[in-house]
């Protein structure tokens, strides 16, 4: 009787335990959707099943999981309301007013009698009334006010998204329903939990972020308008006449953009949110589309090497390998099509063209020496150096562009386009493949050895055409991880899963160099220091080079054509975490030539960028060093346009240096961009620089979030000279501007030059007051004024110019400085 | 004894005088010494050398610079500009010029027409110059020049010029009309004030403004069948001008269906207690 009774007690105490289980679940599911942390009600569940269970599910480890999860899910919401407040150039008092109000407002919610959906509305409401309340009290603008009031709303949305979503998987993964388990499973299995929590957090914040990127929004595209108002002009007005040079060749969309300014920010966003997206594939199309070349027809290959040869090879191995290498078939034909046209002669003399300049090819014998052995016969190095030496410069530049034009870019482009997507499957596939041999494995192919290292292995220096390192610190250099059309293998790669490595260029082209062939290199984890005395590091000279390098504090050291740079093709420079550091001589970090896509994007960590030390500036400023680098592209004036120099970094205090042309800059039909994320960062330039377009070019910085502070001399932040086009644009934060002169919105000589900070306290600091901040220029012996703009729209302002706080000043020569706070932004006009 | 010394001194006279005319630069040298990118302390001071004997040559290195301008060389023209302006004076650098206008290369005539302006007006050339105002790639270039010589029979052309579609050419035709400064131009000066393209507006601005507020009356004028751009430039002008008709303004700043309009009389009027603050000079 007695048993019986504790038997019915024990199934009854059961049945309770799992009803609530069950409901905690429940609960936690519907105070999730009101935005309360319901994450922690499925952790009570979880720790009432440890009690229940007979399988051993959930298990301790399981509790600590969830409890892990929905702790790192509030750390992310208290920063939530604070982020969405900031990111839009909030208070501080503002970004803790909108957290309070969103928690007060779901409690208050309970009065509104629709349950669930009133405390939603609450929080809301809460949320957007106290930002509004703060932001109105302190900058006495309704629309100012709203717009970063909303900004704190679209980031309670998002934590409500992410707690039910988080809660409802808990849940389910609780309730053990296969699907789910599976999932979490392989998540785990992949990535840790807390990068689940972040990517949770990063789509959250995706729609916070919406409408916030390059573009002109519009509300700042209608203060810009109000500007333009004042000074009898329009939008269309920004289009005067400046693409009045007649170059040889130039890309469509950027002559066009002279001539419409704002696409430019179209551009940009454009490459922001390829960074964003993080796939491969948008960077090629956006080269495809941007570089203007057109789609090829389909290529088979006809003789796809057999899986039989791929011996001592695990299946799975060999599997990959051919799928591979089939990549790789393709991508030669597509080479092979691409340079078809060309003879020997004129590939030597367009490489010796590309490297004269960059690496003194006339006062410097290493550097004729290492052209010399990758393939260029001295006589054509001779003869370009003595072409180069004429008063006129028409022969030459006819024969380089001559022998440019030769070239199938679009072939090209998708030679690099299939090898490196061919790498990167290898790497997929075979990432978590554990059955690495012991001894070195090689396999001879007509393109160059496949080789698998073995353990050990720490010194590789061969051309090869993939090399494999399953996991150990490795030097590479010599020919390893670079392509030579002109003497050697066209296709280069290493796959890099582990180890602090040592990338060194000790010959022309260092790893992740290419020229006229393509070159992938992928590099996992660990900390790396790359290292070129020449070129390379994501560099295409007529030809793709592509790096990503995934983890790890990594130094990146170049003298010049590195780290994302591209004459004739594509350099890519990938980081994906890490606080780095970069520094080339010159001619990188995002730099282009003719026809080029060159690209830095660092995803993540507090970067140092450093652009110099190499070339004097001989005949400007003595005393400073060329970069040509950070988002810089460059044309032959007056005879070709140049490409696209873009230099990207998401996230992280960041510091920018360098000296003259740097930062978001081009010269002569050409387009540079230099776009920043998040992060209080430093810019230091000292002429030519941070959003700037010179000859007939467009030049564009834009730093999304942060606190910043910007130096530079002449023609800088936001200027431009000649027929061109530069802007600067800063989204959020305190900001510092500082310049000499010619600067902060800056028009000159026939040219758009603006500035404009969406919201903050600032600082504008001009020595010359009569060619910085907000204005236009005589035009020289030409008589025609520049239209120069400096927009603040929000927080309270410091000038050095005429400028106050609160008004608009209409300034010589066509310019504006307009700070919205103070122009009689009429309430009734809102 | 004396004549044989006659004789020493004679043959060492003749000598150096040969020695004398056949230094003659090699220019084409000279002049890439001069141009080419000073990357060494040796190429530097091989520069700076070079450049002053050029400089030391006068019109015979504007000659030769001018036999070289077809040639693509940005620095080529920067020097010429460099040696008209601060070199060579108008005596013996017009002369010079002149012989290229009429020259077979296209790009030569623009430049030798374009320096031209940089000195005085020499009446010999104008027929050239005029001429040139017909073909479309040279008539910039001719223009500007025939302004800052005020050569009172390129006024016609230049009218004329404020209509075509080139818009640099309209800007040149505003500044030529302003240099020579007639006002029975101001008319189509004031027409030029409706431009579509904003620098061609403003040019003419700024060329009505040089001409002070004598031409008060005629924008006035000008107002009451002026609407869009126009009329916003119009009482701009007149606000800049200080010569503002007090009671048009109020009535505009009062009733106009511009709103643009309204703000610019209400600045005209008030200036820096309008709706925006100005800064001198602002054209």
């Not at chain 1, 993080?278 to 290959?301: G, Y």
């Not at chain 1, 070159?519 to 005395?533: E, K």
């Not at chain 1, 010049?560 to 004459?567: F, K, N, R, T, V």
Request: aromatic share 10%.
């Amino acid at each position: 009787m007695w048993e019986s009774f504790l038997a019915g007690a024990q199934y009854a105490g059961y049945a309770a335990g799992w009803i609530a289980l069950v409901l905690l679940c429940f609960v936690g599911f519907f105070l999730a959707m009101i935005g309360i942390s319901g994450m922690w009600m499925v952790v009570a569940a979880a720790v009432i099943g440890l009690f229940l269970t007979q399988s051993g599910r959930p298990t301790v480890l399981d509790v600590c999981v969830c409890a892990g999860i929905s702790a790192a899910v509030d750390v992310t919401e208290w920063f939530a309301g604070m982020w969405g407040v900031r990111r839009r150039g909030g208070s501080r008092l503002a970004a803790l007013m909108a957290s309070l109000g969103g928690i007060g407002g779901a409690l208050l919610g309970f009065l509104i009698p629709v349950p669930v959906i009133g405390n939603l509305l609450g929080m809301l409401i809460g949320s957007f009334l106290l930002a509004f309340l703060v932001e109105h009290r302190r900058l006495q603008r309704v629309g100012a006010a709203t717009h970063i009031a909303f900004g704190a709303t679209l980031a309670c949305i998002a934590v409500v998204i992410l707690k039910v979503c988080v809660t409802l998987g808990m849940a389910l993964w609780l309730a053990d329903v296969p699907m789910v388990r599976w999932i979490m499973n392989a998540l785990l299995k992949r990535v840790s939990l807390f990068s689940i929590v972040v990517a949770f957090a990063i789509g959250g914040f995706a729609v916070a972020a919406q409408g916030e990127g390059i573009e002109f929004s519009k509300q700042e595209r209608e203060q810009l308008d109000r500007a333009l108002q004042a000074m009898n002009a329009t939008v269309a007005d920004l289009g005067f006449a400046k693409d009045l040079g007649e170059p040889r060749s130039a890309l469509k969309w950027i002559r066009e953009t002279l001539e419409e300014p704002l696409q430019l920010n179209r551009v940009g966003q454009e490459l922001w949110d390829c960074a964003q997206q993080d796939d491969a594939s948008n960077w090629w199309s956006f080269a495809r589309r941007r570089l203007e070349l057109e789609p090829i027809s389909e290529l088979s290959i006809s003789d796809a090497i057999t899986p039989s040869v791929w011996s001592n090879a695990a299946p799975v191995l060999a599997d990959a390998l051919m799928q591979f290498y089939a990549g790789a078939q393709l991508a030669n034909l597509l080479l092979d099509r691409a340079f078809e046209k060309l003879t020997s002669e004129q590939m030597q003399y367009l490489a010796a063209s590309a490297f004269a300049s960059a690496l003194n090819l006339e006062d410097e014998k290493a550097s004729r020496d290492a052209l010399r052995d990758a393939g260029v016969e001295q006589a054509l190095i001779e003869q370009m150096l003595a072409d180069s030496k004429q008063l006129d410069e028409t022969p030459s530049a006819e024969m380089l562009l001559s022998a440019s034009e030769r070239l199938d870019r679009s072939a090209l482009l998708e030679a690099g386009r299939v090898f490196q997507g061919a790498v990167q499957t290898f790497a997929e596939v075979v990432r978590d493949f554990t059955d690495w041999p012991e001894e070195t494995l090689r396999w001879e192919t007509p393109f160059g050895a496949i080789v698998i290292l073995g353990r050990g292995v720490n010194v590789f220096d061969e051309a090869a055409l993939l090399v494999v390192n399953p996991g150990s610190d490795t030097t590479y250099r010599g020919a390893a991880g670079s392509a030579n059309g002109l003497s050697r293998n066209r296709l280069a790669a290493i796959v890099d899963f582990d180890g602090d490595d040592l990338y060194v260029g000790n010959e022309l082209l260092g790893p992740g160099a290419a020229l006229f062939g393509a070159a992938v290199v992928l590099d996992f984890n660990g900390s790396d220091t790359w290292r070129c005395d020449f070129a390379g590091t994501g560099a295409g000279l007529w030809g793709v080079g592509w790096i990503e390098d995934a983890g790890g504090n990594d130094i990146y050291d170049a003298r010049a054509l590195s780290q994302g740079a591209a004459i004739a093709g594509v350099g890519v420079l990938l980081d994906r975490a890490g606080n780095d550091s970069y520094r080339v001589g010159w001619q990188g970090q995002g730099f282009a030539g003719w026809m080029g896509f060159g690209l830095l994007l660092d995803r993540a960590g507090a970067d140092r960028y450093f652009a110099g030390g190499y070339v004097l500036d001989y005949e400007r400023n003595p005393d400073r060093y060329l970069s040509l680098s950070q988002g810089f592209s460059i044309g032959q004036r007056p005879f070709s346009g140049g490409g696209i120099g873009a230099l990207l970094d998401l996230e992280g205090n960041d510091v920018y240096d360098a000296d003259v042309f740097a930062q978001g800059v081009s010269y002569y039909y050409s387009a540079g961009f230099l776009l920043d994320g998040s992060g209080h960062d430093r810019y230091s330039v000292h002429h030519y620089g941070q959003g700037c377009g010179i000859h007939l070019s467009l030049g564009l910085l834009v730093d999304v979030a942060g606190d910043d502070v910007y130096k530079g001399s002449t023609l800088t932040q936001g200027a431009a000279h000649d027929f061109a086009v530069g802007g600067l644009m800063d989204r959020g934060g305190d900001d510092t501007y500082i310049a000499k002169q010619n600067s902060q919105g800056h028009g000159m000589n026939n040219s758009v030059g603006w500035l404009l900070d969406a919201a903050g306290d600032d600082v504008y600091e001009g020595r010359d007051s009569d060619s910085t901040q907000g204005i236009g220029n005589t035009g020289g012996t030409r008589e025609s004024g520049s239209i120069g703009l400096l927009l603040d729209l929000g927080g309270t302002d410091r000038y050095s110019s005429p400028g106050v706080n609160d008004r608009l000043l209409l300034r010589p020569n066509y310019g504006a400085l307009y700070d919205v706070n103070s122009v009689s932004v009429r309430e009734g006009e809102e | 004894m004396k004549w044989r010394i006659g004789i020493v001194f004679a043959f060492f006279a003749a000598f150096f005088a040969y020695g004398d005319e056949v230094v003659v630069p090699d220019y084409d040298a000279l002049l890439y010494r001069a141009l080419r990118y000073g990357n060494t302390e040796q190429r530097r001071a091989e520069k700076e050398n070079a450049k002053k004997e050029l400089f030391a040559q006068g019109a015979d290195a504007l000659r030769a610079v001018m036999e070289r301008a077809h040639v693509e060389n940005i620095m080529l023209q920067v020097l010429a500009f460099e040696i008209v302006v601060e070199h060579v004076p108008a005596e013996t650098g017009t002369p010079v010029l002149a012989d290229f206008l009429n020259a077979p290369d296209e790009q030569t005539r623009r430049i030798a027409a374009y320096l031209l302006g940089f000195y005085p007006r020499d009446d010999a050339e104008i027929p050239v110059l005029l001429a040139m105002l017909d073909k479309e790639r040279e008539r910039n270039v001719a223009l500007r020049t025939l302004g800052k010589w005020r050569v009172d029979e390129a006024r016609s052309a230049a009218r004329d010029l404020l209509r075509v579609e080139s818009e640099r050419t309209r800007i040149t035709a505003c500044n030529a009309l302003s240099d020579i400064g007639n006002v029975a131009d101001l008319s189509a000066l004031i027409e030029a004030l409706g431009d579509s393209a904003f620098l061609v507006r403003n040019t003419a601005a700024r060329a009505i403004e040089r001409q002070g507020k004598s031409v008060r009356g005629l924008l006035a004028k000008a107002l009451a069948s002026s609407v869009g751009v126009q009329k916003r430039q119009i009482v701009r002008l007149l606000g800049v001008l200080e010569a503002a008709p007090r009671r048009e303004m109020k009535r505009l700043e009062r009733s106009d269906s511009n709103a643009g309009i309204r703000e610019d009389a209400d600045w005209a009027l008030h200036h820096d207690a309008g709706p925006w603050i100005w800064e001198k000079p602002y054209y």
